[in-house]
DNA sequence: AAGATTTCCAACCGCGTTTTT
DNA sequence: CAAAAACGCGGTTGGAAATCT
């Protein structure tokens, strides 16, 4: 036999989040801490999926996420990614901790690929050539910020895993990364994102949810 | 000013992997 | 060990907002 089933699919809500929906999340979440998310909707009442809620709280709701306005820096650090590893979006936002991989994804698929296609056309290559053979070539060309965390070491890794045709596609989970969120968390969970968010229609607002949790804590 | 078109991004879907019983 | 559910990822899409005509 195998697991219980978690929730079953009648009744499921779909679509977007609602403030209250965002709100009971995030507090069953300081509860208790991201993970188990088949308990979630289970313990919290919500009408959602697990996986609607993960991705809820791992692409917009988990804190000291940065929004929007990618920098230049930010840019070069993908499109060099990209280049050595390929789409795989959760490997390249492991670079970028403030990122999430959809973002990255998003601003790939709408921004960056336009871009690089049109400077690729004027002769101007955006990105540096094709990775180099050696791992201390591959980290020479890194962009700075990529030297400056701790990450680097698992960078050669991926790159040259990215780069190995016998790659074990389900091997470059980030568990640094997903440690880190669960100890960040649990303390002012939305001071830092509320203070960068700039839009005002509410799927991007975080000071509503901030505010509406005030009164919770 | 209003309708048409394009852009953008939050969220869904399907599938491979991992975990649990 | 096998089976089944949960998890996590990348691709895709729906619809709101922005821009164009």
């Known amino acids: 036999m195998g697991r219980p089933p978690c929730c079953d699919k009648v009744g ?15 507090s069953y979440i300081q509860e208790n801490g991201p993970g188990n998310w088949r308990a979630v909707p289970i313990n919290t009442g919500l009408m959602r999926c697990s996986k609607s809620c993960r991705l809820r709280w791992t692409n ?3 804190p000291g996420i940065r929004r929007g306005n990618f920098t230049t820096h930010e840019e070069g650090i993908i499109v060099h990614l990209q280049s050595l590893l390929g789409n795989r979006w959760a490997a390249i936002a492991s670079y970028l901790p403030q ?10 698929n709408t921004h960056l690929k336009k871009k690089l296609k049109k400077q690729q056309a ?4 955006f990105a540096p ?3 180099p053979s050696s791992s201390a070539e591959t980290a020479a060309n890194l962009p700075a910020a990529v030297h400056l965390d701790n990450h680097h070491h698992r960078y050669h890794h991926d790159a040259i895993a990215a780069s190995s045709s016998t790659v074990d596609h ?4 980030n568990p640094e990364v997903t440690q880190h969120t669960t100890i960040t968390m649990r303390r002012s969970p939305f001071a830092d994102v509320a203070a960068d968010c700039s839009s005002s229609s509410y799927a991007s607002s975080m000071d509503n949810i901030s505010r509406l949790l005030g009164g919770f804590m």
């Open 12 to 26: 499921v809500k779909k679509g977007p989040w609602t403030p209250e929906e965002d709100i009971i999340l995030v």
């Open 60 to 62: 917009y709701l988990r």
């Open 99 to 108: 990122r999430t991989d959809n973002d990255i994804k998003n601003y790939w």
């Open 122 to 125: 004027m002769g101007a290559i």
């Open 129 to 131: 050539p094709p990775p």
């Open 170 to 173: 389900g091997c470059y989970s």
